[in-house]
């Protein structure tokens, strides 16, 4: 992966932390969070900020930095990336550690009384700058926000800032119209006494009004904000964005539009405008409340006065997550279609692995290329995850051109990928060897496997939160002193974002998990990583549904279906270590591979990739 030499742009950065016609007053640390304006996750190339300033490319992750210190914070997933990656320039904070520092614990005793902080406003969550500002006062220390990013100003190769086009995504793919999905949110809005609510979750605008876009890779979003009023809907969205269908859609013209009702008339503003608005609506009535997320950034919450703001979880990021009938049917077929390329995939696999010809690099191109043939398919879900050997140990590991490693028959591959279809998103793991694994490594595939069925195989309350559930996945390794340093599951959207809250799988306490509901979406992905050596991760996608229990007549009990259907490679199963019911359930979830699986690949004519499948899902028993 290498390491990215920092000094020359530490040095400007530094320099620009004392101009005043940069700076609101001269700043003695700045902070460089991953976020962009909206909070996402995986961001747009214009906006790596931190990224550029750090030379760690890991989704996750904050730096900060000092006259004399930088240091840079990731989770569990990214300490062996960022070790390759971060220069001498750096220190990494392994984050959320007991022992780990907190950015303002950290500022705090890095800095003398009295310093001044400063940060990119749009870049930082309301409750993080909350966070910070309480830190940092206890020992006299002060946050200000820095409107001009320094980054940006460094940056001087940055790139265009993308403009991508807005599509309409059909009723037949989303299962409920936008004017409904409105209603629905005003209904919420009523309950809190909101008179507006604030919407800065790019997959949250892009959900409500049945939009998709392309303005970040890999995720089916565009930018823009959406005010929703009791009786108004405000969506800042730049023109050029959108196309002659999107007006229709939103009935901003064509025929329909004079007749549309005034509440749900929809007023288009420039992107650059929400500030704008949001000051005038508050200034015209005082007395208004607006609803206003605290994940949204400090620059938005800012705007809002203490006495007319209402912080509380948007009523979306629930509605969302769980799907409605039609999104459910969808998920389903999308992941037959994946099947269908991985077993496509894997057959190709165990044929040219053996020659000597397959790199990580090649690998990821042969199935995206199989997948790109799939009907409704849009696009990956993220990087390919393609790693050999001691590169699978690298938790979310991307392959380039200088870490490149064969494909071997001696090494163990590691494979997490996904697809963006119209009617679903999907994302799979899965650990194979093509020669003879050692007895260790399948000692621990069958605990990682373990630990993936007792998940699968669970029976829970209705609003079981994800972090209850996180040490069945663990539980067979704690047995014997292993462990994994990631969570164990997350949401998955609807032809969306590859990772959806509010709920998850952890070990982590997640203060706005609502707890599993029926027809949420999520993962299964516990694994072992043996740094220098190997790694091993089991991932499946799962609905919650309605389980039935003997006595859970007064409760309501759930359970999990998987909707991945890939099978596991059974030579690096070790069948003594399994129970009856575990090898059972295997047995049943390879017979749902081969009965929706290999009945398409039958249709297609895929003679090999079904051979393949017959193979792998013959019967444990």
Request: glycine share 6%; with cysteine.
């Amino acid at each position: 992966m290498g390491k990215t030499n920092t000094t020359e742009r530490l040095a400007k950065l530094r320099k620009l932390m004392k101009n005043l016609n940069v700076v609101p007053e001269a700043i003695q640390a700045f902070i460089v969070p991953t976020d962009d304006a909206h909070q996402n996750e995986y961001i747009a190339a214009a906006d790596r900020r931190r990224e550029y300033i750090s030379g760690f490319t890991g989704s996750a992750g904050t730096a900060v930095i000092t006259e004399h210190y930088a240091a840079l914070w990731t989770d569990g997933r990214y300490f062996l990336q960022a070790q390759d990656q971060l220069d001498s320039n750096w220190v990494l904070v392994k984050d959320r550690l007991p022992d780990s520092p907190t950015f303002g614990q950290w500022l705090n005793g890095k800095l003398p009384v009295g310093s001044v902080v400063g940060a990119d406003p749009t870049t930082v969550s309301c409750t993080t700058w909350d966070t910070l500002v309480k830190d940092l006062s206890g020992v006299g220390n002060r946050l200000v926000p820095v409107t001009q990013n320094l980054v940006d100003t460094v940056w001087a190769d940055r790139p265009e800032h993308p403009n991508g086009s807005v599509c309409v995504l059909d009723v037949k793919y989303t299962g409920k119209d936008w004017k409904d999905k409105v209603a629905d949110v005003r209904l919420k809005m009523a309950e809190k006494k909101a008179d507006y609510l604030v919407v800065t979750a790019l997959d949250e605008i892009a959900w409500l009004l049945n939009l998709r876009g392309s303005d970040i890779e890999f995720n089916p979003v565009f930018f823009a904000y959406v005010i929703v009023g009791t009786d108004s809907l405000m969506l800042f969205l730049n023109d050029n964005k959108t196309t002659a269908s999107v007006k229709e859609h939103l009935y901003l013209a064509g025929a329909a539009a004079d007749e549309m009702d005034t509440d749900m008339k929809v007023e288009l503003f420039p992107y650059d405008k929400i500030f704008e608005k949001l000051d005038a609506l508050i200034h015209q009535n005082t007395d208004r409340k607006v609803w206003v997320a605290p994940e949204s950034s400090f620059a938005v919450c800012h705007r809002v006065p203490n006495a007319s703001i209402l912080k509380a979880a948007s009523p979306i990021t629930l509605m969302k997550s769980i799907k409605n009938a039609v999104e459910l049917d969808g998920m389903y077929q999308a992941h037959v279609r994946d099947g269908v390329a991985l077993a496509e995939f894997f057959a190709w696999m165990e044929k040219e692995v053996p020659k000597g010809n397959v790199t990580e690099l090649s690998a990821a191109a042969k199935l995206e290329e199989i997948r790109s043939s799939q009907e409704n398919y849009v696009s990956l879900s993220f990087d390919t995850i393609s790693g050999s050997g001691p590169n699978g140990a690298i938790i979310h590991y991307k392959p380039t051109l200088e870490s490149d490693r064969p494909v071997t028959v001696n090494d163990m591959f590691l494979l997490d990928s996904g697809s963006q279809y119209l009617d679903g998103t999907t994302d799979v793991t899965r650990t194979v060897h093509f020669g003879q694994p050692s007895d260790y490594q399948r000692e621990c595939f069958t605990l990682v496997l373990k630990g993936n069925l007792m998940l699968a195989m669970a029976k829970f309350p209705e609003k079981t939160t994800g972090q209850r559930l996180d040490s069945f996945a663990r539980h067979a390794m704690w047995g014997v002193g292993l462990d994994y340093g990631h969570g164990t599951g997350h949401g998955v959207g609807s032809f969306l974002n590859v990772h959806e809250g509010p709920m998850s799988i952890s070990f982590r306490n997640n203060p706005n998990d609502p707890g599993l509901l029926s027809g949420m979406v999520v993962t299964d992905e516990p694994g072992y990583y043996e740094a220098g050596a190997f790694g091993i991760r089991i991932e499946n996608q799962m609905v919650v549904q309605p389980a039935f229990t003997k006595h859970g007549k007064e409760n309501k009990f759930l359970e999990f279906r998987n909707l991945t259907l890939v099978p596991l490679q059974r030579k690096l199963i070790i069948p003594a270590m399994l129970t009856r019911e575990e090898i059972a359930y295997i047995d049943s979830y390879h017979q749902d591979c081969l009965s929706h699986v290999g009945e398409a690949l039958k249709r297609l004519g895929k003679t090999e990739a079904y051979r393949w499948l017959v193979k792998e899902t013959a019967s444990m028993a």
